[in-house]
């Protein structure tokens, strides 16, 4: 039932700024954390960022101080601000939504989104 659905990828060019959008749904009652991953050609999955169901913030060490994480509990909706992009950021963004460290009965899930491309020219 529940499921997250990427957006905001595109080109830009270096120093450029993007925002991507997760949008969730089929919560219900639960509580979730999300998260942002990235793959780029011939690399491993990377860690992005996250945010969890009480607004504790993580990035990854390649893009702190350039990327905001944020999250609309209405709207079910995480956002990621990218600011001054480097060619390096070029990869497939991947949106992950789980389950809280509360428990909840009924609300146990992982999932991932499609992804959206950014792609980030010189």
């Known amino acids: 039932q529940v499921h997250v659905q990427e957006s905001g990828g595109g080109s830009v060019q270096a120093g450029g700024s993007l925002r991507l959008s997760c949008a969730g749904s089929?919560?219900?009652?639960?509580?979730?954390?999300m998260s942002w991953y990235r793959q780029a050609p011939g690399k491993e999955r990377e860690f992005v960022s996250s945010?969890?169901?009480?607004?504790?913030?993580n990035y990854g060490d390649s893009v702190k101080g350039r990327f905001t994480i944020s999250r609309d509990n209405a709207k079910n909706t995480v956002y990621l601000q990218m600011n001054s992009l480097e060619p390096e950021d070029t990869a497939m963004y991947y949106c992950?939504?789980?389950?809280?460290?509360?428990?909840?009965?009924?609300?146990?899930?992982?999932?991932w989104g499609q992804g959206t491309l950014v792609t980030v020219s010189s």
């Open positions: 992950k939504t789980e389950t809280a460290w509360t428990v909840v009965a009924g609300c146990e899930f992982e999932v």
């Open positions: 089929g919560y219900r009652h639960c509580h979730y954390d």
């Open positions: 945010i969890d169901s009480t607004d504790n913030i």
